[in-house]
């Protein structure tokens, strides 16, 4: 039978609004231990349903195909077998309205490896760590900050998330939460396009960062040697953010070649 590649379970799946949502997976065996910040592949057949909300699809996927694609992890590194993933719909995509449709209960496949170069435990004791994102580029940050918050009481953590509207950021309730627990974390969320009621930053990351938040708010100079950044979501972002670093002296990371800024774009 074509669907017995299937080799997870939905057990969990939180809407944070239409085009946005936490889904938790429990695979049937479980898999080797990660590192925060590395992916698996999610996959489903072209002959799934989509989702209500979703387009028509701009490159129609094969009936019997296994549409996979990568995506971070954002549960704790301990765990081996209930993993959180963090999802925007592609309207007009091919895996994720699909994975929009997925109740509680519904089978789906997960790779069987999981990888990445985008390693947050790699920095270096006593480094202080800047986590940049925009939209669901902020899954790594949690597995992170799940993961480790607590041996790191000596750097200072830093989490900048982007997003248009109030309801664009997810785990903004689990970030605060950190923020008001640990005295060397701090959540910065900012906003471009805001209601009258929010009363955070109205700026794009780029500009925040241009104004020197990390230096007037933290007391954070970006030097290499000191302080570490993690730049994931809009390519449009992660470039700009990528050469503004550039001009402190950061070289982007890559295995053969370590450098203090690590990057990925989604
Ligand atoms: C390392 C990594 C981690 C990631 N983690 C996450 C994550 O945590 N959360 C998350 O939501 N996403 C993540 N992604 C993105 C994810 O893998 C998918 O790319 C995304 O979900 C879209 O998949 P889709 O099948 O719905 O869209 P696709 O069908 O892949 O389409 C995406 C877009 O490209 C267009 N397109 C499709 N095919 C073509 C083509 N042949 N030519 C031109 N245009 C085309 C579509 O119209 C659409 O606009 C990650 C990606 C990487 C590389």
């Not at 946005?20 to 997976?25: A, E, F, G, K, P």
């Not at 592609?90 to 994975?99: A, I």
């Not at 925009?134 to 940050?141: K, L, N, R, V």
């Not at 918050?149 to 900048?160: G, L, T, Y």
Request: charged share 25%; with cysteine.
């Amino acid at each position: 039978m074509v669907s017995s590649i299937y080799n997870a379970t939905v057990i969990g799946k939180i809407i944070v609004n239409p085009d946005l949502m936490i889904i938790q997976i429990s695979t049937d065996e479980p898999k080797s231990e990660f590192e925060a910040g590395q992916h698996t592949l999610l996959g489903l057949y072209g002959f799934e349903k989509r989702s209500s909300n979703s387009a028509i699809e701009s490159f129609p996927a094969d009936h019997d195909q296994l549409i996979k694609r990568p995506y971070s992890i954002a549960s704790a590194k301990g765990e081996t077998r209930h993993f959180e993933f963090y999802i925007s719909q592609v309207k007009s995509g091919q895996l994720t309205p699909r994975l929009f449709n997925l109740n509680i209960g519904d089978r789906v496949y997960v790779g069987t490896k999981i990888s990445g170069i985008f390693r947050l435990d790699e920095t270096p004791d006593g480094t202080d760590i800047i986590m940049v994102a925009t939209g669901t580029g902020i899954a790594p940050y949690i597995s992170f900050l799940r993961s480790s918050i607590v041996d790191r009481p000596e750097s200072k953590i830093v989490v900048i998330q982007g997003a248009a509207r109030r309801w664009d950021l997810g785990y903004y309730s689990e970030l605060t939460f950190l923020e008001k627990s640990y005295a060397n974390f701090f959540y910065v969320p900012t906003l471009t396009d805001p209601d009258d009621r929010w009363e955070g930053y109205q700026l794009c990351i780029e500009d925040l960062l241009r104004k020197d938040i990390l230096q007037n708010e933290f007391n954070i100079t970006p030097d290499p040697e000191r302080t570490r950044f993690f730049v994931t979501g809009k390519p449009e972002m992660v470039g700009h953010v990528s050469e503004w670093l550039h001009d402190f002296g950061y070289e982007k990371h890559h295995p053969d070649n370590p450098g203090e800024m690590y990057v990925e774009e989604f």
